[in-house]
Nanobody, 122 residues
Framework: QVQLVESGGGLVQAGGSLRLSCAASGFTFSTYHTGWFRQAPGKEREFVARITQEGYSSYFADSVKGRFTISRDNARRTVNLQMNRLLPEDTAVYYC???????????????WGQGTQVTVSS
C-alpha cells in the first residue's frame, strides 16, 4: 500500500523557516519523482516544487523560487522541503506527492499524502 506521510508543519512568524519531511512506503521510491503541492483556504491546490528520481534536478513555482529548496534521500525514502523567508501567503496545507512521470509530477501526480498544515503569521 502506497503511503506518503508528511511532518514538520506548524505555526511560524513571517520571515521564519520550516522544514517539511515526507516518508514514503509501499512503492519503489527511487523510481519515482517526488514533490510538494499546497492548498490555501478557499483556493485550488497548486504546485510548489519537484525533484527528480535521483535528485539531480529540481523545479519550483515562481512564488517560492529562491526561498524554498527540495531534497531527497533515496536510502531513507524521504523527501524534504526547506522553506525560508516564509510569507503569510505561504499559509496552506502542504502535500507530498509522487509520480513516475516528470511531466505529471507537477500537474496531476498519482500519489498524495494527507497533508500538513503550515501557518505563517504576520
Amino acid at each position: 500500500q502506497v503511503q506518503l506521510v508528511e511532518s514538520g508543519g506548524g505555526l511560524v512568524q513571517a520571515g521564519g523557516s520550516l522544514r517539511l519531511s515526507c516518508a514514503a512506503s509501499g512503492f519503489t521510491f527511487s523510481t519515482y519523482h517526488t514533490g510538494w503541492f499546497r492548498q490555501a483556504p478557499g483556493k485550488e491546490r497548486e504546485f510548489v516544487a519537484r525533484i527528480t528520481q535521483e535528485g539531480y534536478s529540481s523545479y519550483f513555482a515562481d512564488s517560492v523560487k529562491g526561498r524554498f529548496t527540495i531534497s531527497r534521500d533515496n536510502a531513507r525514502r524521504t523527501v524534504n522541503l526547506q522553506m525560508n523567508r516564509l510569507l503569510p501567503e505561504d499559509t496552506a496545507v502542504y502535500y507530498c506527492v509522487a509520480d513516475r512521470s516528470v511531466r505529471q509530477i507537477s500537474t496531476t501526480p498519482d500519489y498524495w499524502g494527507q497533508g500538513t498544515q503550515v501557518t505563517v503569521s504576520s
